[in-house]
C-alpha cells in the first residue's frame, strides 16, 4: 500500500493515539487483521470475532515488528504506538475509505445475487489486457475483506476491479463508502438472502445502493434482460448502459453457438465494434459475463483485439464452475456456493454433456420461508434437463429429491442422504467410470470435500 502516517491513520478513524509524538510521524506500510499476516511495520486491527479476539494477539504482533496496534481495549501502558478507538471494524472500514480516496485509480465495483465472481473474473481478465489490475481474491467481497483489498492496491496498480456481496440492508451504503466505484456492473436480481431482504424488489433496493456513493461522473452498466434492472432508474441522475441478449441493449451478442463442455462461440455486438470471441469455460452465463467485460472494456478504451484476447485468456477458479478431469471422472467444480438461480445455470451446463451425466447437489441456505418450494424447483428442473442421476445431500435437499421423482420421466436415478459420509459409503455404487459429475451446494455444506474425494478416485471398472 501507499503509505500512510499513523498521524494521518489516527485522524482517518477518529481515534487517540497513544504513544511518543515524533512516532506518530511514521508510515504504515500494510494493514493486516489476521496475526499470522502483520508484516515489518505494519498495522494491525483487533477485530473481535466469534471465537477469536484479535486483542489477545497484540502484545504477539508488536514483537513480531509491527508498527502499531489499533484497539478498542485500554491497553495501559505500553512500549509501542496504539490507537484507540470504540470499534475496531469501525476503524477499519474508515481507514480504508481514506486509503481509497488517496488513490489516483479507477475502481469497478460488481454486485448481483449470481455471477459477482465469474464476472470480476471475465473483467479483469479483459481489462489486464491494457492496464495492471487488482481484483477482489477470495470471497474477500464484505465489510472485512473489501477493505483489506483496498488496502492491496499498490502505487502499480492502475485499475481495481472489487466483488461486493451483501445480504442485508445497509450492507452495500457501508461497501460503497469504500470502493467509491467509478464503474458499477450488476449482474442480475436473483433469490439469494430472501431470508433478510424478503422479496426480489427487496434485493434490489439494497444492491442498487451502490449508486449511492459512485463516482457522479461515473458508469452503470446493469443486466438488460434481467426484469428488475432493465426498467431501473438510478437516483443519482446517471442512465444505466445494458448488456444482454437481447439487441436493444447496447452491448449484446448473438449468433451464439454452443461448444458442450467446451464452452461457448458468440457474435459481440457494441456500439463500435463486432467481434467473434470464444468462451472457454461453458454455461450460457459466460456469454453475460464477456458481455459485462466487453462494456467495462469498453468504457475504459480497450481495442477489439484487447478485448478479444481477454475473453479468450480467462481461465476457470477452484470451485467456480471448473471443470476438472480425472482418470475416472469429468468433475464440474461449482460448489463454491448456491442459490436456485446459480443452481439451474450449473444443471443447465451438465446436461450439455455427451456422457452419464451427475449432479450431487446439497443444501441452498438463507431463501426464507419458500426454501422448500426452491429445493423442489431445483429438482424438478433436474429432472426436465434429463440429468441421468440426481444425488440429494442435506435435510432440505430432500425436497429436491421430491421434485425429481415427480417429474422423472424414463430411468432417471434419485438417491438422498443425510449427509456427505452417507453419500461417501454408497459412491461407489452410484457412480460409473465416465460419469461427468457436477458438484454444488451451498458454502456451508463443505462439499470441496466431495470434489477431493472424487479427484482420488482411481479408475474402476
Known amino acids: 500500500m501507499k503509505n500512510m502516517s499513523l498521524n494521518e491513520i489516527t485522524q482517518a478513524c477518529g481515534g487517540v493515539y497513544h504513544g511518543d509524538p515524533a512516532s506518530a510521524l511514521q508510515k504504515v506500510e500494510n494493514v493486516a487483521t489476521d496475526s499470522r499476516k502483520v508484516e515489518k511495520n505494519g498495522l494491525f486491527i483487533a477485530l473481535k470475532g466469534a471465537r477469536v479476539d484479535g486483542h489477545s494477539f497484540i502484545p504477539q504482533v508488536m514483537e513480531n515488528g509491527a508498527l502499531c496496534a489499533v484497539s ?8 509501542f ?150 426498467s431501473f432508474q438510478p437516483s443519482n441522475g446517471l442512465d444505466p448502459v445494458y448488456f444482454g441478449l437481447n439487441p436493444s441493449c447496447p452491448f449484446h451478442a448473438e449468433d451464439i453457438t454452443d461448444r458442450g463442455m467446451e464452452g461457448t462461440d458468440a457474435l459481440f455486438i457494441t456500439p463500435s465494434h463486432r467481434f467473434r470471441a470464444h468462451i472457454s469455460i461453458p454455461g450460457d452465463h459466460m456469454v453475460y459475463n464477456a458481455l459485462a467485460g466487453i462494456a467495462v472494456g469498453s468504457a475504459m478504451g480497450l481495442t477489439e483485439e484487447e478485448m478479444i484476447l481477454g475473453i479468450e485468456s480467462l481461465l476457470p477458479i477452484a470451485g467456480r464452475n471448473n471443470l476438472i478431469r480425472t482418470a475416472r471422472f469429468s468433475i464440474i467444480d461449482d460448489c463454491y456456493n448456491a442459490n436456485p438461480a446459480s443452481m439451474k445455470s450449473s444443471l443447465a451446463v451438465l446436461s450439455r454433456s455427451d456422457t452419464r451425466t451427475a449432479a450431487v447437489l446439497g443444501d441452498m441456505f438463507e431463501l426464507g420461508p419458500t426454501e422448500k418450494e426452491m429445493h423442489y424447483e431445483i429438482g424438478k428442473y433436474a429432472a426436465e434437463q434429463k440429468i441421468s442421476v440426481l444425488i440429494c445431500i442435506g435435510s432440505l435437499s430432500s425436497e429436491m429429491a421430491r421434485g425429481a421423482e415427480e417429474n422423472a420421466a424414463g430411468d432417471m436415478k434419485i438417491y438422498h442422504f443425510p449427509s456427505k459420509e452417507a453419500f461417501f459409503r454408497n459412491m461407489d455404487q452410484i457412480l460409473q467410470t465416465g460419469d461427468t459429475i457436477l458438484v454444488k451446494a451451498s458454502h456451508g455444506m463443505e462439499f470441496p470435500e466431495i470434489v477431493d474425494r472424487l479427484r482420488k478416485e482411481e479408475t474402476k471398472s
Request: with cysteine; net charge negative; glycine share 8%.
Open 81 to 230: 504506538p496504539w490507537i484507540k478507538v470504540s470499534s475496531c471494524l469501525q476503524a477499519l472500514k474508515d481507514i480504508a475509505a481514506h486509503y481509497r480516496r488517496s488513490l489516483d485509480i479507477k475502481v469497478v465495483g460488481i454486485s448481483g445475487s449470481v455471477g459477482k465472481t465469474s464476472t470480476k473474473e471475465m473483467i479483469a481478465s479483459v481489462l489486464s489486457q491494457k492496464y495492471r489490475v487488482l481484483k477482489t481474491e477470495g470471497n474477500f467481497n464484505n465489510e472485512i475483506g473489501l477493505p483489506l483489498t483496498v488496502f492491496n492496491i499498490r502505487e502499480e496498480h492502475q485499475v481495481a476491479v472489487l466483488e461486493m456481496g451483501i445480504s442485508d440492508f445497509g450492507e452495500m451504503t457501508r461497501l460503497a463508502k469504500i470502493a467509491q466505484p467509478d464503474i458499477c456492473v450488476i449482474t442480475n436480481i436473483g433469490f439469494a438472502h430472501l431470508e433478510t431482504l424478503g422479496s426480489r424488489d427487496g434485493i434490489l433496493k439494497a444492491k442498487t445502493e451502490m449508486f449511492d456513493y459512485m463516482n457522479p461522473e461515473g458508469t452503470i452498466f446493469l443486466n438488460g434482460d434481467d426484469d428488475k434492472l432493465c
Open 72 to 79: 478498542e481495549e485500554d491497553l495501559g501502558d505500553v512500549s
